[in-house]
């Protein structure tokens, strides 16, 4: 993503911070806020971090008018711009620049320990975001120098694909159900599981129903009268037992 350097964002803002004039260090293990007179400050203002691309900007505003007192540039955190001391965590070194070339040393308090952790988390996060975005650059940039892979096929390329375990289905279709064993020409078809029962004879009504046709001599035998005829037939052609009364 191009940088807009025109553009300016704010990072933090804390109401009241001191400003301290510094002795010059004595020793290479850093600066000490005791060796400060902590209970005369040179300057108390508001204190504004800003940023402008990938650089920060430390201002040090007039609490009413907003006049700029001082500012110091920030291009790399933690770094010689920002140092803090060996004692306190309430109070940095940070180096100040004029626009000129020129460049000093002072000494910033916060009265409130939450306000000096907002202001190296502010740093912190600026130059976090920094680094990510110089590693995006850095990746789109190799992979744009880098050969693209080209997975078109070429004109007349053809490719054949092997798919196993499918069974082949018959030609013929799904196979034709198996007719009942109980299935009858015209009737219906008896559901699988259950009895087979036989037909009802079928009876003979018409000798019921036909009262008014007379029955042919020669049928007088299969009538349904006939097997009583014929018992009486028999038993009189029987020899009488004694102790029996016959009946003519």
């Not at 910033?108 to 939450?114: N, V």
Request: proline share 6%; with cysteine; hydrophobic share 35%.
């Amino acid at each position: 993503m191009a940088e807009d350097n025109s553009y300016e964002s704010i990072l933090c803002v804390k109401p009241e911070v001191h400003v301290y004039r510094i002795p010059p260090r004595a020793s290479n293990r850093g600066y000490r806020a005791a060796d400060w007179k902590l209970d005369e400050p040179a300057w108390t203002g508001r204190l504004k971090i800003t940023c402008k691309g990938k650089v920060a900007f430390i201002k040090l505003e007039d609490k009413n008018t907003g006049e700029l007192f001082a500012q110091a540039p920030v291009e790399q955190y933690p770094g010689c711009v920002v140092e803090a001391v060996t004692d306190s965590s309430r109070y940095f070194v940070i180096r100040i620049e004029d626009g000129n070339g020129r460049h000093a040393f002072i000494g910033l308090g916060f009265a409130d320990r939450g306000d000096s952790f907002d202001f190296n988390v502010a740093l912190q996060d600026h130059f976090k975001w920094v680094k990510q975005e110089g590693e995006l650059a850095k990746l789109e940039a190799s992979q744009s120098s880098a050969p693209k892979l080209d997975l078109s096929f070429k004109e007349g390329q053809t490719i054949k694909i092997s798919i196993g375990n499918i069974k082949k289905k018959d030609a013929s279709g799904a196979k034709s159900r198996p007719m009942g064993g109980g299935a009858k020409a015209g009737g219906l078809i008896v559901p699988p599981g259950s009895n087979q029962l036989a037909p009802p004879a079928q009876t003979n009504t018409a000798s019921f129903l036909d009262f008014g046709s007379p029955v042919p001599a020669d049928q007088a035998t299969s009538d349904m009268w006939g097997d009583f005829t014929s018992a009486g037939s028999n038993s009189s052609s029987d020899a009488v037992k004694p102790g029996w009364v016959q009946f003519s």
